[in-house]
C-alpha cells in the first residue's frame, strides 16, 4: 500500500497569505498525483492533476509542484472562498488519500 | 454538464448488505475512457477509495475491502452499483461516486454523497 502524509493538518492563515501544503508518499508516485478541495457537506472538488496541471475553471492562484515522493500545494494570495480541507490523493497504484490540511481563518 | 447521483438506504443493520447505486445524467457511463470509482468518507475523518468499474463490467478494488465489495454497472440505466456485505459501524461514512477520467487517473465529477449509517 502506499500512504500519503499530508502537512500540516491543521492551517491558520489570513486573507492575502501565501500558503503552502505539503504531501508526501511512502514511495515513489511519479506525478501521478491530484489535489482536491473539500467544504462541510460538501464533495471534493479537483484541482489539480498529475501534480501541476490545474484542473479546468480552477483560480490561477492555485497551483501544484513535485514528483516522486514530494509534493505541494500552494494557494498564492489566499482568498475568503479558499478556506476549506484539502487533500492530495495518489493514482500511481490503485488510489489513496492523504488525511487532509485544514486551512482555517487566523 | 455531467452529473453524478447516489441512492440508497441510510440505515443498515450490522452483518447486512450495504447496497448504493449512482446515477449518472448529461452523459453516457458508455462513452470515451471514463471510470466510475466509489470513494467514502466517515464523518470527520478522511476519504477511503473503495474501488473503480467500466462500463464492460471490469472491476478494480481496494485490496483491504476486496473480499466485501461488488461494483456492478447497468448502461441501459446509466447506472453503476456498489454492494458491500457484513457490514460493520465501521463502515458507517458518505458514500460518493465519482468519475474518473481513465483508469487510475484523478476524479473530476463527484456526486453529492450519501450517508450510511450502519446500527441495530
Known amino acids: 500500500d502506499i500512504q500519503m502524509t499530508q502537512s500540516p493538518s491543521t492551517l491558520s492563515a489570513s486573507v492575502g497569505d501565501r500558503v503552502t501544503i505539503t504531501c508526501r508518499a511512502s514511495q515513489s508516485i511519479s506525478s501521478w498525483l491530484a489535489w482536491y478541495q473539500q467544504k462541510p457537506g460538501k464533495a471534493p472538488n479537483l484541482l489539480i492533476y498529475k501534480a501541476s496541471t490545474l484542473e479546468s475553471g480552477v483560480p490561477s492562484r492555485f497551483s501544484g509542484n513535485g514528483s516522486g515522493t514530494e509534493f505541494t500545494l500552494t494557494i498564492s494570495s489566499l482568498q475568503p472562498d479558499d478556506f476549506a480541507t484539502y487533500y492530495c490523493?495518489?493514482?500511481?497504484?490503485?488510489?489513496?488519500f492523504g488525511q487532509g490540511t485544514k486551512v482555517e481563518i487566523k | 454538464q455531467v452529473q453524478l447521483q447516489e441512492s440508497g438506504p441510510g440505515l443498515v443493520k450490522p452483518s447486512q448488505t450495504l447496497s448504493l447505486t449512482c446515477t449518472v445524467s448529461?452523459?453516457?457511463?458508455?462513452?470515451?475512457?471514463?471510470?466510475w470509482s466509489w470513494i467514502r468518507q466517515p464523518a470527520g475523518k478522511g476519504l477511503e477509495w473503495i474501488g473503480r468499474i467500466y462500463s464492460s463490467g471490469t472491476t478494480n478494488y481496494n485490496p483491504s475491502l476486496k473480499s466485501r465489495v461488488t461494483m456492478s454497472v447497468d448502461t441501459s440505466k446509466n447506472q453503476v452499483s456498489l454492494k458491500m456485505t457484513s457490514v460493520t459501524a465501521a463502515d458507517t461514512a458518505v458514500y460518493f461516486c465519482a468519475r474518473e477520467v481513465r483508469w487510475g487517473q484523478q476524479l473530476d465529477y463527484w456526486g453529492q454523497g450519501t450517508l450510511v449509517t450502519v446500527s441495530s
Open positions: 490523493q495518489q493514482y500511481n497504484s490503485y488510489s489513496t
Open positions: 448529461g452523459g453516457s457511463i458508455s462513452s470515451g475512457t471514463y471510470y
